[in-house]
């Protein structure tokens, strides 16, 4: 940091000349006198000033020749394969978006499908459950596609299967559930029951 030390040492002369000179202005009034002398000590403070000005460029480019030494240094030591934080926000979307019974924002269609009472009333081989007040999943909707799904989910009485009655299932869970959870459950049923139009 020697330039640096150089451009502190010239503004401090240069905060003294120009103390003295204000005092002796102050003290004198024909101050400076000679026109010899004007001439000088304006040639002196001109001279410091670019002097001043020069250093600081100076100093100014070591610091950032030293700031950039120190971040390669800090490069080499990263540990080799080490991921940026760019990267690795990369690949914590690209999981959420093949992770089984999960949509891209996250929701878990099989946890979904315990959580709202589901595997109270229906028969899903792939939830472990064998409840029969409902259709049994595997069979009804293994020969169906993605918008029936959503349609007996959202609006049970619009078709009901063969040997049920109107009005056994909830009509709330459009309300219940939001964009996001319905399509994680209608693309868990599809994948897990094979109908048409499933995701995984």
């Known amino acids: 940091m020697e330039d640096q030390t150089i451009f502190y040492i010239l503004g401090a002369v240069l905060v003294l000349v120009a103390l003295a000179l204000s005092a002796l202005g102050l003290r004198n009034e024909r101050f400076p006198g000679a026109r010899g002398l004007q001439l000088g000590v304006t040639t002196a403070v001109v001279v410091l000033v670019g002097a001043a000005a020069v250093f600081a460029w100076m100093s100014a480019e070591e610091e950032q020749e030293h700031r950039a030494a120190e971040l390669a240094e800090a490069a080499e030591q990263e540990p080799a394969g080490a991921e940026s934080p760019a990267e690795a926000e990369v690949d914590s979307e690209a999981e959420g978006e093949t992770t089984t019974g999960e949509t891209t924002a996250g929701v878990d269609g099989a946890a979904l499908f315990l959580d709202t009472g589901c595997g109270g009333c229906h028969q899903l081989e792939d939830a472990g459950t064998d409840a029969t007040t409902g ?35 909830p009509q709330t869970y459009e309300q219940q559930l939001s964009p996001e959870e319905l399509d994680a459950l209608v693309q868990y049923l599809a994948e897990s029951t094979g109908a048409q139009g499933a995701k995984g």
């Open 135 to 169: 259709p049994p999943l595997d069979a009804s909707l293994g020969d169906e596609d993605v918008e029936y799904i959503e349609t007996s989910i959202v609006d049970p009485n619009d078709e009901i299967a063969e040997g049920f009655g109107p009005d056994i299932m």
